[in-house]
C-alpha cells in the first residue's frame, strides 16, 4: 500500500496526489510563500527528521530559537546577527569589496559555504529596489570558500599576499568528542591565519627571522596584513549550535537586505532562467528556434530530439 509508505510534502497536494495516482497519502503543507532557501523550519525538513531522528530535530530547532530570541531582544550595540550585517555593508559599500570568503575550520561544516551562497546570493544579489528603482549602491557580494584546514593549502596563499584584499569569516566549530590535541592544532590554525591576514609580516620581522635570505626572497614573504576578517566560535558544536547558526545568517542576510534596500524573500533571476530553460528544452526537442542567434546557434548543434 502506497500510502503506507509515502509521505508528500508540497504546496500542491491536489497535483502531488494525481502524480502519485492515489488520494490516500498523507501530506504536509508547504506554502508557497516559504522559499526554499528558509524552508529548513518548515514541513521541508520532514525527511531529515525522519533520519536523524526527533531528538536531534528537535535540539536543532531550539538553537535557532535561542538565536531568534537573541535578535528580537538583544540591543543593538550587541545583536549579533546586526553587528554582523553592519560588517557587511561596511565591506561591500565602505571597503568596496566584492568578495567575502567563509572557511569553516569543521570538518562537519564543510559544505556551509555551498548552503550560505544560496542563502545570501540568491536572496540579496539584486539591483532594484521593491519600489522598481535603481539601487544606488553595490548589494551582496560573492559568498565562496570552503573547509579551512583545505583551504591553506591553496588559497589561502591568494588571501594573504594576493593583490586585494577580501573580506574572510573565520568558523571554528570543534567536537568536543574530538581529542585534545586535534581540536588545539584545528584552533592554532584558525588563530594563526586570522593573525597573518590581520597583521601580516614586515620585511624586518622577515630579515630578523632569516637572517640568510636574499633580499629577492626577503621581499617575497612579506604579508601586507591590513586583511579584513570575522571570527565565530564554539567549543560545544552540536545541533543546537549549528540550528543557531543557520538562524543567525537568515536573520543576518534580512538586515543586510534592509541596509541595502532589496527585497530578500524574492528570486526573479531564479525564475528567469526557470522559464527559460522551458523554452529552451522545446527548442532542442523539436523543429522550433530559438530568438536570440548565439542560442539558436548552439541549440543547433546540441539538438536532442
Known amino acids: 500500500a502506497v500510502s503506507n509508505h509515502i509521505a508528500l510534502v508540497t504546496s500542491r497536494p491536489d497535483r502531488a496526489r494525481e502524480w502519485l495516482g492515489t488520494s490516500d497519502v498523507t501530506t504536509f503543507d508547504l506554502p508557497e510563500s516559504v522559499g526554499g532557501r528558509f524552508s529548513i523550519w518548515s ?7 525522519i533520519a536523524l531522528g526527533p531528538e536531534i530535530i528537535d535540539q536543532f530547532r531550539e538553537g535557532a530559537a535561542e538565536m531568534d ?3 528580537e531582544t538583544e540591543p543593538l550595540e550587541t545583536n549579533l546577527p546586526v553587528r554582523l550585517a553592519l560588517i557587511d ?3 561591500r559599500n565602505a571597503l568596496a569589496a566584492s568578495m567575502r570568503v567563509l572557511l569553516a575550520y569543521s570538518r ?3 559544505l556551509l559555504p555551498a548552503y550560505l551562497q544560496q542563502l545570501e546570493m540568491e536572496s540579496n544579489g ?7 528603482k535603481p539601487l544606488p549602491g553595490a548589494t551582496a557580494p560573492a559568498l565562496w570558500g570552503g573547509e579551512g584546514s583545505v583551504g591553506q593549502h591553496s588559497y589561502h596563499q591568494w588571501l594573504h599576499q594576493g593583490t586585494e584584499a577580501v573580506p574572510t569569516e573565520f568558523i571554528l566549530a570543534t567536537d568536543p568528542k574530538t581529542d585534545l590535541a586535534g581540536r588545539t592544532a584545528l584552533t592554532a590554525h584558525a588563530l594563526a591565519q586570522a593573525e597573518v591576514l590581520a597583521n601580516g609580516r614586515v620585511i624586518e620581522e622577515v630579515q630578523a627571522e632569516e637572517s640568510d635570505l636574499t633580499a629577492e626572497i626577503a621581499a617575497q614573504k612579506v604579508h601586507a ?7 565565530l566560535y564554539t567549543q560545544d558544536f552540536g545541533p543546537a549550535s549549528l540550528g543557531a547558526l543557520i538562524a543567525l545568517f537568515e536573520h543576518r542576510v534580512f538586515i543586510s537586505g534592509k541596509l541595502w534596500q532589496i ?3 524574492d528570486q526573479w533571476g531564479v525564475e528567469r532562467g526557470k522559464t527559460m530553460a522551458g523554452k529552451i528544452k522545446q527548442v532542442l526537442t523539436t523543429a522550433q528556434t530559438a530568438d536570440d542567434p548565439i542560442t539558436a546557434n548552439l541549440s543547433h548543434d546540441l539538438k536532442l530530439g
Request: no cysteine; hydrophobic share 30%; proline share 6%.
Open 43 to 49: 514541513n521541508g525538513s520532514l525527511a531529515l527528521r
Open 126 to 132: 539584486k539591483s532594484v529596489s521593491p519600489e522598481g
Open 69 to 71: 530570541a537573541h535578535f
Open 108 to 110: 562537519r561544516l564543510r
Open 263 to 265: 527585497n530578500s524573500f
Open 225 to 231: 596584513g591590513n586583511r579584513p576578517s570575522t571570527f
Open 89 to 91: 555593508y561596511w565591506n
